[in-house]
């Protein structure tokens, strides 16, 4: 474990003298009073997962420490590596596991989804799922700022006010970071994921800037991008609002407080997010060089039943999320 710790400083130094080298300003190196990550590199020796027991044996301890959450470990995956993280609000384990390809196929949904974010609606699906959540500050969080900018600064009670205040935030980062693994989770199932190149941050600007900031819909994006290898951007300049889902007629005089979409030419009413996640998988897909992606289906409005299933099972579970249905023919049912 020492050997561990050891090998990361060298590699930072070396990082940083590389840094140095191109140019990049790089400042003195300070005391690091204390480590929170530690590095488990081989499964065996410097830990052991007793997944019967929920234990997990560490290295340099007589006893095995008792684990939650090894239930989420997939069947007959292999363990590559792990890390021991220190947080405000305890310890964790982070597992590195591989899992087999052919599972991993067995769960794919074999069509494309067209994704358009937004603040009503975090995220409106092309195939009519809706999926609501919002984590904003608790009422205990801004009871302890307000003790704290009372209490004498570098005081001992002002220490013990500072950490039930870094403990409050991890679990708000806990939560919003739960909803995000599972919205990845969910769409990593489809064949392509289709979204538009939004600037999140000039919506922080805006009016609507705690809204943004309490559902982290910028983060989402980030791991969408980093994750999905089939992510297909659509230009953030197309205005996927105001074209008709099923005409392709325009409609300019279109207003952030109209919620329904009325095609003059062919009469279609529908849900805005919806007929914009619509647009945003038919216009990303028609722009693709590849032939087999251009030919992929785009029938929308209607959930699968494998799609209902792999909803429900994922989301299953969590308080903060909120799912809904809905349709051309506008029929919203909720669970």
Partial sequence: ?????????????????????????????????????????????????????????????KKPLRVLGLHQLPENCDIAKAELIKKPDGYYI??????????????????????????????????????????????????????????????????KTKHKIQREHQKIYNRRKDIKNKILSLLKRYEYVLIQEEQVKNWHSGLFGKQIQDTGIGGIISMLKQNIETLIPVDRYEATTKICSRCGSRKEDITLSDRTYKCESCGLVIDRD???????????????????????????????????????????GSPYIRVSYTSVKQEARLF
């Avoid at 499964?43 to 560490?58: A, C, E, P, Q, S």
């Avoid at 067995?106 to 984590?135: A, C, M, W």
């Avoid at 087999?292 to 929308?300: G, H």
């Fill in 1 to 61: 474990m020492k050997q561990g710790i050891l090998d990361r400083i060298k590699k930072n130094l070396t990082d940083l003298s590389k840094a140095k080298r191109k140019g990049i300003k790089v400042g003195k190196l300070k005391f690091k009073s204390d480590y929170r990550n530690i590095p488990l590199k081989q499964n065996g020796i410097t830990f052991k997962v007793l997944k019967d027991k929920n234990r997990i044996k560490l290295q340099g301890l």
């Fill in 94 to 159: 982070h597992l590195t596991c591989y899992t087999d390809k052919d599972r991993i196929k067995h769960e794919k949904i074999n069509k494309p989804i067209g994704i358009d974010f937004g603040i009503k609606h975090q995220l409106t699906l092309s195939n009519g799922v809706k999926i609501n959540y919002r984590i904003g500050e608790t009422q205990r969080l801004k009871k302890l700022q307000k003790k704290l900018s009372r209490q004498q600064k570098g005081s001992r009670n002002y220490q």
């Fill in 274 to 316: 919806f007929n914009s996640a619509v647009n945003i998988l038919k216009i990303g897909l028609s722009r693709v060089e590849t032939t087999t992606v251009k030919n992929l289906p785009t029938d929308c409005g209607e959930v699968t039943p494998v799609e209902r299933e792999a909803t429900a099972r994922v989301f299953k």
